[in-house]
Antibody, heavy 119, light 107 residues
């Protein structure tokens, strides 16, 4: 059974940093593209970042480019999102999602972890 | 960036009735469109990909159609568990983009 478990969310001050983790089970994470999608409180879904199956290509939304970094650890079967220079508008639940097909259809999602950026 | 626009924002439907949700792309996405369902407090669930292919385990009452810039998600006979927010997403171009969602509520 495919499972994704995010962790690492919390309260951080503006300008601060946080690293989110997404532990995968039931499949080999490094065989698939993986993405982060966020949802601000009461709002819709916003794609944040994707790492392709090979791990050589990464993609970012303009809103986080230069501040966030997606990566993975094959040995731990875990996906990461390093978030720097956090802003109030980054406040959201962050979901990790497994890619299907070309990797840009999201067929399994984690339960999400809440990041709150506030002083 | 491709902008995805969903309409209506809210759809009031009685159980057993048909629901038709629309999604329009600001430029062609060919058939590279997916639909997701999200219930309150839950994680999104993939319903449809490739504009019209149901994901594994999705009931046949859900169907998708369209190509290019105009897409439709139809729920043929609404069940109580179908009341939720539905999002379309294009995967034809980076950045991936979602529509703003359509909330299907009980009439």
């Amino acid at each position: 059974e495919v499972q994704l478990l995010e962790s690492g969310g919390g309260l951080v001050q503006p300008g601060g940093s946080l690293t989110l983790s997404c532990a995968a089970s039931g499949f080999t994470l490094s065989s698939y593209a993986m993405s982060w999608v966020r949802q601000a409180p009461g709002k819709g879904l916003e794609w944040v970042s994707t790492i392709d199956a090979s791990g050589t290509s990464t993609y970012y939304a303009d809103s986080v480019k230069g501040r966030f970094t997606i990566s993975r650890d094959k040995s731990k079967n875990t996906l990461y999102l390093q978030m720097n220079s956090l802003r109030a508008e980054d406040t959201a639940v962050y979901f990790c999602a497994k890619g299907a097909g070309s990797g840009t259809v999201l067929d399994y999602w984690g339960q999400g972890t809440l990041v709150t950026v506030s002083s | 960036e491709i902008v995805m626009t969903q309409s209506p924002a809210t759809l009031s439907v009685s159980p057993g009735e048909r629901a038709t949700l629309s999604c329009t792309a600001s430029q062609t996405v060919t058939s590279n469109l997916a639909w997701y369902q999200q219930k309150p407090g839950q994680t999104p669930r993939l319903l449809i990909y490739g504009a019209s292919t149901r994901a594994t385990g999705i009931p046949a009452r859900f169907s998708g159609s369209g190509s290019g810039t105009e897409f439709t998600l139809t729920i043929s006979s609404l069940q109580s568990e179908d009341f939720a927010v539905y999002y379309c997403q294009q995967f034809n171009n980076w950045p991936l983009t979602f529509g703003g969602g359509t909330k299907v509520e009980i009439k």
